[in-house]
Every structure is written in structure tokens, then in C-alpha cells.
């Protein structure tokens, strides 16, 4: 088993790996196999193709940079072209600074995600991954079109009424990502969907705590109204950075069902089939960051919450030696 899964990255050879901080073991045997497994165009190779693909994950999403490496060769180029997709719609809101600039970003994806479906080749180099994924696994256009409505209707960086729309959102934006995953595996599974639909969830909470302190700087509150009333908490309170004890409160409340929605993907362990468990590996940076927020006491602007997590590659590769998440 440990043969097997380090099989990776050959078309990386312009990255430096003591820039990525993954152990030289695991980055030396986990090479992308250049050539055919991957789309060609007469505009870009496919090691470029591939190499920009997983150089934007890794400078945006190294949690998932990992995960991507440890997944089955015969899924990673799915795995590659997913996460660069949604890493491309997450940055709109960051690079535009007008909601109709961004708009016109997310209809230039759906357009051509339909173009995909209607087997036209694009020249972009994430929808060249897209369309090679959507042949080859038949990719549910429903799941890639959430990933671009969800990212819509929080353009305007509204902040969320309740947790349950947060978890709404969460579904929508996370949830729909591993169900693309996991089509690319080739699993049908009811619990692989659920584990996913909660790990999705998990997720996505906690990268809203995560990012309270950048979205503090750009005066930006998405933490859940009703807690912050419940508890007394302003949003200045949270836009300064405050570190009293009912703002840890409101941290607490949605740290916990961050937890909860982990707990309970876990909890359908064995009914998720083998194969299907390395897709939620990503699982470990949730809990990792839960059990440091914790450490903390909850207050979210602590400094070493900020720090990579250097054993994070170990822990992800030690879960898929166990074949658990």
C-alpha cells in the first residue's frame, strides 16, 4: 500500500519543493506522469496545462495541494483540474473590486461550462483540465454549476444570518466540490455522499473562522448574526480584532459545529467504501485547525493560528496508510 500511493508530480520540475514545505519523501514520489493522461492543446502542452493547474492550488490551497497528491493516479488529474476550478471562482471576489466585474467573471464560467457539455474545447488552461475531466468521467454539470451560484450569492460579502446559513452555503460551495471528487473515483455511494455533504460543511465553517482576521482588515463580518446577538458581540467588536471573552463565545458556537459535522462525516467511516476515503483526507486539516483553535481558547486572532501546520503532510499520509480520514 505504501508503494502505491506515492506515485505523483513529474511535470513540476519549475517548483521548488523547499518553497511548498512538504517532506522530500513524499514530494520525490508523488509525480504526475506527464503525457496522455492529460488534455493537449496546440496553444499549451500538457505539463503546462498541468503544472499552472496545481501551481495555483498550491499557492492558494496547500491543504488541498496535499490531499490532491495522495489521491489515485487515476483520479488526480480530475482531482487537479476540480481544485483549480475552484480556486479560479474563490479568487473573483479578491481580484475585483466591482460586484459587476465579478459577475461578468463568474457568467465567463458558466459559459464555458456549457461549451464543455456541448464538447467544445476551451483554451483557458483550468477548462482545458475540466473538459478532459468531464469526458472522461462524466462529471454532473448540476455540481459544477453550484460551485459558480454559490460563489455568486456571497459577492457581496453579506453577512450570514444564522449558522444554518452557513451551513446552507457550505453545502453548496464545499459539499458540491467532493461529489465531483468523487464521481472522478468512479464511487456511487449514499454514505460517501453523506461523509462528504458534512465534511463539506465542516469545511466551510472552518474557513470562515479562518478568515475572520482578513476579512477584519477589509472591515468585512460573515459570522453569523444571530450568535453575535445572542452573545452581544458588535461587528466592530469583531472588525478590531477583539479578543474578550464573549466574542471567544461566538467562536466557540460555530467551532463546535464545525466539530459536529466532522464527527459525524467520520462517523460513516465504515460504510464508506475503501477506496472513496482518501477523497476526504482533507478531513485532518479540519481537525487540525479545530484542535489548534482550541488550544487558543477560541480566540480566533491568535497569531499561531496563522502558522502552517508542517506535520499536516505526515498526518494526511498517515491517515491514507490507515485508509481513514
Given at each position: 500500500?505504501?508503494?502505491s500511493?506515492?506515485?505523483?508530480?513529474?511535470?513540476?520540475?519549475?517548483?521548488?519543493?523547499?518553497h511548498?514545505?512538504?517532506?522530500g519523501?513524499?514530494?520525490?514520489?508523488?509525480?504526475?506522469?506527464?503525457?496522455?493522461?492529460?488534455?493537449?492543446?496546440k496553444?499549451?502542452?500538457?505539463?503546462?496545462n498541468?503544472?499552472?493547474?496545481?501551481?495555483?492550488?498550491?499557492?492558494n490551497?496547500?491543504?488541498?495541494?496535499?490531499?490532491?497528491?495522495?489521491?489515485?493516479q487515476?483520479?488526480r488529474?480530475?482531482a487537479?483540474?476540480l481544485?483549480?476550478?475552484n480556486?479560479?471562482?474563490?479568487q473573483?471576489q479578491?481580484?475585483?473590486s466591482?460586484?459587476?466585474?465579478a459577475?461578468?467573471?463568474?457568467?465567463?464560467?458558466?459559459?464555458?461550462?456549457?461549451?464543455?457539455y456541448?464538447?467544445?474545447?476551451?483554451?483557458?488552461?483550468?477548462?482545458?483540465?475540466?473538459?478532459?475531466?468531464v469526458?472522461?468521467?462524466?462529471?454532473?454539470?448540476?455540481?459544477?454549476?453550484?460551485?459558480i451560484d454559490?460563489?455568486?450569492?456571497?459577492?457581496?460579502?453579506?453577512?450570514f444570518?444564522?449558522l444554518?446559513?452557513?451551513?446552507n452555503?457550505?453545502?453548496?460551495?464545499?459539499s458540491?466540490l467532493?461529489?465531483l471528487?468523487?464521481?472522478?473515483?468512479?464511487?456511487?455511494?449514499?454514505?460517501?455522499?453523506?461523509?462528504?455533504?458534512?465534511?463539506?460543511?465542516?469545511?466551510?465553517?472552518m474557513?470562515?473562522?479562518?478568515?475572520?482576521?482578513?476579512?477584519?482588515?477589509?472591515?468585512k463580518?460573515l459570522?453569523?448574526r444571530?450568535l453575535m446577538?445572542?452573545?452581544g458581540?458588535s461587528?466592530?467588536?469583531v472588525?478590531?480584532?477583539?479578543?474578550?471573552?464573549k466574542?471567544?463565545?461566538?467562536?466557540y458556537?460555530?467551532?463546535?459545529?464545525?466539530?459536529?459535522?466532522?464527527?459525524?462525516?467520520r462517523?460513516?467511516?465504515?460504510?464508506?467504501?475503501?477506496?472513496?476515503?482518501?477523497?476526504?483526507?482533507?478531513?485532518?486539516?479540519?481537525?487540525?485547525?479545530?484542535?489548534?483553535?482550541?488550544?487558543?481558547?477560541?480566540?480566533?486572532?491568535?497569531?499561531?493560528?496563522?502558522?502552517?501546520?508542517?506535520?499536516?503532510?505526515?498526518?494526511?499520509?498517515?491517515?491514507?496508510?490507515l485508509?481513514?480520514?
Amino acid at each position: 500500500m505504501a508503494t502505491s500511493m506515492v506515485q505523483s508530480v513529474g511535470t513540476l520540475k519549475k517548483i521548488d519543493r523547499t518553497h511548498l514545505r512538504i517532506p522530500g519523501f513524499l514530494w520525490r514520489k508523488h509525480r504526475l506522469w506527464p503525457g496522455r493522461m492529460y488534455a493537449t492543446t496546440k496553444t499549451r502542452g500538457p505539463s503546462n496545462n498541468t503544472q499552472y493547474c496545481l501551481d495555483i492550488i498550491k499557492q492558494n490551497d496547500y491543504e488541498n495541494f496535499l490531499s490532491v497528491l495522495l489521491l489515485p493516479q487515476n483520479a488526480r488529474a480530475t482531482a487537479v483540474a476540480l481544485r483549480a476550478f475552484n480556486v479560479e471562482l474563490a479568487q473573483i471576489q479578491d481580484v475585483t473590486s466591482e460586484i459587476l466585474m465579478a459577475k461578468m467573471r463568474l457568467q465567463f464560467w458558466r459559459e464555458t461550462i456549457d461549451q464543455l457539455y456541448m464538447g467544445n474545447t476551451p483554451g483557458q488552461p483550468v477548462a482545458l483540465g475540466l473538459h478532459r475531466a468531464v469526458r472522461r468521467h462524466q462529471l454532473s454539470k448540476r455540481w459544477l454549476r453550484s460551485l459558480i451560484d454559490s460563489r455568486e450569492e456571497q459577492l457581496d460579502c453579506r453577512q450570514f444570518t444564522s449558522l444554518a446559513a452557513v451551513e446552507n452555503y457550505s453545502e453548496k460551495s464545499n459539499s458540491a466540490l467532493y461529489y465531483l471528487l468523487l464521481q472522478g473515483m468512479g464511487v456511487e455511494s449514499v454514505h460517501a455522499d453523506h461523509a462528504a455533504s458534512h465534511l463539506g460543511k465542516a469545511e466551510g465553517i472552518m474557513r470562515l473562522l479562518r478568515g475572520i482576521p482578513y476579512h477584519g482588515t477589509k472591515r468585512k463580518v460573515l459570522l453569523p448574526r444571530d450568535l453575535m446577538m445572542k452573545h452581544g458581540v458588535s461587528q466592530e467588536d469583531v472588525i478590531r480584532g477583539g479578543r474578550e471573552q464573549k466574542v471567544k463565545d461566538v467562536i466557540y458556537d460555530v467551532a463546535s459545529q464545525s466539530y459536529q459535522h466532522l464527527e459525524h462525516a467520520r462517523s460513516f467511516l465504515n460504510d464508506v467504501p475503501k477506496e472513496a476515503r482518501v477523497c476526504l483526507l482533507p478531513s485532518v486539516a479540519v481537525s487540525s485547525y479545530l484542535k489548534s483553535l482550541q488550544k487558543v481558547h477560541f480566540d480566533v486572532f491568535d497569531s499561531r493560528l496563522q502558522i502552517r501546520n508542517n506535520l499536516l503532510p505526515f498526518l494526511m499520509l498517515w491517515k491514507k496508510v490507515l485508509n481513514k480520514y
